[in-house]
């Protein structure tokens, strides 16, 4: 039994480095593009979330066919669907990502709270993803606690760097 963990732990590890990743990414593009929405549909919370399911969607699908295209020529082998299907589901945290802050701004749609209390949610419970993604970081590379710290604060802090895009852009 020893011996099987010791043998899936680069499995689990790597599995944890993809949840890790794609989380990120999928939380900073999410709110780059709760931004660039909330520029275009000022007062359409569900267009908004409209768009940043799809255009989150495409660029996951952009980023799985360009991930296979990749290892396709790394490993020397053709493309095949079963190889594009495993990335799919190994990427799909970048999608998984925009859901907590796509739910205030549904909840926004239908008429349950303000747009913009919707957008204030959306971009907190991002930067919740993004620590959170941070203390796994740190986890994962058995940070002490000041690197721990570090590591949510760098997180977190790109994050707000999209918070501030937000306030200059749309006021």
Request: glycine share 8%; with cysteine; charged share 15%.
């Amino acid at each position: 039994m020893d011996d099987r963990r010791h043998v899936d732990a680069p499995h689990a590890r790597a599995a944890t480095a993809d949840r890790v990743a794609g989380f990120t990414y999928g939380t900073l593009v999410t709110l780059s593009m709760v931004i660039a929405g909330a520029k275009l549909y000022p007062d359409g919370p569900g267009q908004i979330a409209a768009f940043v399911v799809l255009t989150t969607v495409a660029l996951w699908l952009a980023h799985v066919y360009a991930r296979t295209i990749g290892q396709s020529v790394s490993h020397e082998r053709r493309l095949q669907l079963a190889g594009l299907r495993h990335i799919a589901r190994r990427e799909g945290a970048i999608v998984e990502a925009a859901l907590p802050p796509v739910v205030p701004l549904l909840l926004a749609a239908v008429g349950l709270i303000s747009t913009q209390l919707a957008l204030w949610v959306a971009f907190a419970l991002g930067l919740v993803v993004l620590a959170v993604q941070g203390v796994q970081f740190a986890r994962a590379e058995r940070l002490g606690l000041l690197r721990t710290c570090v590591a949510v604060t760098v997180n977190v802090g790109a994050g707000l760097v999209l918070v501030c895009m937000k306030l200059l852009l749309t006021h």
